[in-house]
């Protein structure tokens, strides 16, 4: 059980760490908004990981949110909203790090990329029951 509790807490703190990377290039870099949308991808694609490990859910290699949520929703509800952010920040997975895929993003866009990886972040402890 210790190990499984560990590998949860590794992918929480990955997952902190891409969000608090977000919100620090935010501030200081906020012309970096392909940077700060992919890191807020990655952080709910890691935070819904955590839960299916936690869940003992097993998935494939996948950076596609709604395929991980419709994994979890076998097993637990999901709200829809939580499936209409996660289509949202699917758009700013790998594709967005490249150059031929140019996508400009507002400041309200930003922000709430932000504010939705918050969300699941909050969404994901409560349910593995860490801070």
């Known amino acids: 059980m210790s190990e499984l509790i560990d590998e949860i807490k590794e992918?929480?703190?990955k997952a902190d760490h891409d969000l608090g990377s977000a919100k620090?290039?935010?501030?200081?870099?906020?012309?970096?908004?392909?940077?700060i949308a992919f890191h807020?991808?990655?952080?709910?694609?890691?935070?819904?990981?955590a839960?299916?490990?936690f869940k003992k859910i097993e998935f494939k290699r996948s950076h596609d949110l709604i395929y991980l949520l419709e994994i979890l929703s076998r097993y637990i509800e999901i709200e829809e909203?939580?499936?209409r952010n996660a289509f949202i920040?699917?758009?700013f997975s790998i594709q967005?790090?490249?150059p031929n895929k140019i996508i400009k993003l507002s400041k309200e866009e930003?922000?709430?990329?932000?504010?939705?990886?918050?969300?699941?972040?909050?969404?994901?402890?409560?349910?593995?029951g860490l801070k």
């Open 24 to 35: 620090i290039i935010y501030i200081y870099m906020p012309d970096y908004f392909d940077t």
């Open 51 to 53: 839960v299916l490990v």
């Open 96 to 98: 967005i790090r490249y």
């Open 11 to 13: 992918w929480i703190e």
């Open 110 to 128: 930003l922000e709430n990329a932000i504010q939705i990886s918050e969300e699941f972040r909050i969404f994901s402890v409560n349910i593995v």
């Open 40 to 49: 807020c991808q990655q952080a709910v694609e890691k935070y819904l990981k």
């Open 89 to 91: 920040l699917n758009n």
């Open 81 to 83: 909203m939580k499936f």
